[in-house]
């Protein structure tokens, strides 16, 4: 088995590169103004346009372990050729560009390139400029790519040179693709109790890359502001509260079709006695789905007290018991079939429509979303070896025969 570490046609990290851009401007939005923008795959890998109109352009390399930044690295003059071109488009010392290198590699002690680190002193003995430093370190180059490179920079003016070199900052040890999200967690999820934060940034993470993705694909033509970030964040989080848990299947569909006439499930079985439409059984299956997945997906985040959906349930079915008695108060052993079909689509029509209203109903104060409600009914409605919930009055009478076919 060959050595993945050694081999050199490996492109593990060119690969992690690309998956780092978005993750990485993920983090950086969430350290700048909220006003601040992010594209990626505009003039650099990212783009950041601040509240003013100054614009950021930012290289990304994602590196082995232990890689360093010298005079000469490629990845640095790459994208001094990259901002080069920038800078001439966009008036050269009258620009408002910036440049930045973000590289998980480290700058070598002896390299001129600390120049570009943060904060970085210029002592009393250093007079070189950072012109004169860039100048001499292209003199040295033997390589066609590098002094290609060293042609462009040289059609600057030695005062543009300068302005140019002056906007660029190296940000070496930034972190690796995989260090990111407990980064973010642990320094911007703080308001979200740490055994749900893993699924907060889940969310996030997820929400952020369609972004990603529909600004890539042009779907969105405009940039993505920290401010959605922030509002995002802030929403996931909310759903993770005492009194509140995460709708996320809104809107999903099961990988099967969905066959309305045939469908053996007593739930639906249900819905056809009472002749409700292959559209609104439609409706109900889907109801059922997404409760159902939605339920056990809290389960799988242990987001629900023990006992917590027993009770839920038990609520349910009290009210639908109280409803049910009115409704068929007035029926007689001897009702027609139409009758009987008109009153249990009665109780239908209450629990599909008017249970929603009713906050005493929802399995948590702030849980609104109708599927829940709705599906959870029609999982009550489905079980064996008798259901908790009916609407046929004369349905578990029935029971037996219906089995029989559904068998």
């Known amino acids: 088995m060959k050595d993945s570490t050694t081999d050199k046609y490996s492109a593990g990290e060119q690969g992690l590169g690309y998956i780092y851009q978005a993750r990485l401007a993920l983090l950086h939005l969430l350290q700048l103004p909220e006003e601040t923008a992010v594209f990626l795959e505009k003039d650099d890998d990212l783009d950041f346009i601040d509240g003013d109109g100054g614009k950021s352009l930012a290289s ?7 890689d360093h930044l010298t005079d000469l690295s490629t990845d640095f003059w790459k994208s001094v050729n990259i901002w080069l071109a920038r800078y001439k488009r966009d008036g050269r010392a009258a620009s408002n560009l910036r440049f930045f290198l973000f590289t998980t590699g480290t700058v070598s002690a002896g390299s001129f390139l600390t120049r570009f680190l943060p ?35 040289n059609e600057l003016s ?18 690796r693709i995989g260090d990111i999200p407990a980064t973010i ?69 099961p990988a099967d079709d969905i066959d309305t006439e045939t469908d ?19 409706s109900a ?4 789905y997404r409760a159902f997945e939605q339920r056990s997906a809290w389960a799988r985040e242990n987001l629900l007290v023990s006992g917590e959906v027993e ?20 029926l007689k052993e001897d009702s027609a079939e139409d009758a009987l079909q008109e009153a249990g689509a009665i109780v239908y029509n209450w629990a599909e429509f008017e249970t929603g209203k009713i906050e005493s109903l929802r399995i948590r104060a702030r849980v609104t979303e ?16 008798e259901p908790r919930v009916y609407w046929h009055p004369r349905f578990l009478d029935r029971l037996g025969k219906v089995l029989g076919v559904a068998k």
Do not use: C
């Open 119 to 153: 904060d970085q002193p210029l002592s009393s003995g250093d007079a070189a400029t950072l012109t004169e430093l860039a100048n001499a370190a292209l003199a040295k180059s033997k390589s066609q790519l590098i002094g290609q490179i060293a042609k462009e920079f």
């Open 158 to 175: 030695d005062p543009e040179k300068q302005s140019f070199l002056e906007r660029i900052l190296i940000l070496d040890g930034s972190p």
């Open 185 to 253: 967690k642990n320094k911007y999820m703080r308001s979200v109790r740490r055994d749900h934060r893993e699924f907060v940034f889940e969310r996030l993470e997820g929400w952020w890359n369609d972004a990603v993705i529909k600004q890539l694909t042009n779907a969105r033509t405009e940039g993505i502001f920290g401010y959605e970030v922030s509002d995002k964040l802030s929403a996931f989080a909310e759903e993770y509260k005492i009194d509140n848990l995460p709708i996320t299947f809104r809107g999903k569909v």
């Open 60 to 66: 990304l390399k994602h590196k082995a372990v232990g």
């Open 311 to 330: 009770e839920y349930e038990d609520r349910l079915a009290d009210e639908w018991n109280r409803y049910k008695d009115v409704a068929f108060e007035k």
């Open 370 to 385: 109708p599927y829940v409600l709705r599906g959870s009914l029609h999982i009550l409605a489905d079980t064996t070896p």
């Open 264 to 282: 053996p499930r007593l739930f639906v079985v249900q819905l056809r006695e009472i002749g409700i439409s292959s559209n609104r059984i439609r």
């Open 285 to 288: 299956i889907l109801d059922y």
